[in-house]
């Protein structure tokens, strides 16, 4: 069957997975994303980009929190019950993605409100500025099959990409160039799927999502033949 295209053309080419505009329902998949207002980065340097990461484990609860909550020892931070769970992100310098799922009812919105809200608190009082971050309220498209929910992990483990070649979709990309890049980009969740231990881990609760990797190697595989489509488009 034909799969979604990652070639530059057209990103994401199912045009009934918008951005939604009904309720959020548990049991469902959603990619959300968002940008920095008039495209301005929104990370500066590792400690905004480890701040955010800190942020979306303590917003992920149900209780408050405070920012002396985001410690050394933040991710053993009890939470409660989560409002969220996370198969997959991507932090890249004007944006991010995730991809989640509702634990509770209204969960989604809970949490991006306590996400957003917060780090923009960090950003204006550090940069020294006022108004809004994020480029209105965060975007959403409803990974309402299977397949389009497969996809969706090759789309945002592949965004850091961009960072090596913005049109790396159209051009052809050096394969081991790839996973030199992404064995070593810290800000997204394709670590987490290798066998590479570390604390951030805790962010994801993959239990709630179909098992499509057993292993590193299947999502290596899954990468490589979505570049490989690429160079074909």
């Known amino acids: 069957p034909q799969r979604p295209c990652l070639c530059g053309k057209h990103d994401i080419v199912y045009a009934h997975m918008s951005t939604r505009k009904i309720p959020f329902s548990t049991g469902e998949y959603y990619h959300i994303y968002n940008r920095g207002n008039d495209k301005r980065k ?25 920012v002396r909550d985001i410690g050394k020892d933040l991710y053993n931070h009890e939470r409660g019950r989560t409002l969220v769970s996370i198969g997959a992100y991507c932090l890249m310098p004007n944006h991010f993605h995730l991809l989640i799922t509702e634990s509770i009812d209204g969960g989604i919105s809970r949490f ?78 394709y670590l987490d799927y290798s066998d590479y231990e570390r604390k951030e881990k805790l962010l994801l609760d993959t239990k709630h999502f179909p098992k499509y990797f057993e292993n590193s190697k299947d999502l290596k595989a899954e990468l490589l033949d979505w570049i490989t489509l690429s160079d074909q488009d």
């Open 112 to 189: 991006m409100q306590k996400l957003t809200t917060a780090y923009s608190m960090y950003y204006n009082t550090k940069y020294a500025r006022t108004g809004s971050l994020f480029e209105g309220k965060f975007k959403s498209e409803h990974a309402d099959n299977d397949r389009y929910l497969k996809y969706l992990f090759s789309y945002i483990h592949l965004n850091p990409l961009k960072l090596i070649d913005k049109k790396w979709k159209i051009h052809k990309i050096n394969k081991n160039k790839v996973f030199d890049f992404l064995d070593t980009y810290r800000y997204s969740s």
């Open 42 to 66: 929104i990370f500066h340097n590792n400690e905004d980009y480890q701040h955010f990461l800190k942020i979306l484990f303590l917003a992920n609860s149900e209780k408050g929190f405070v």
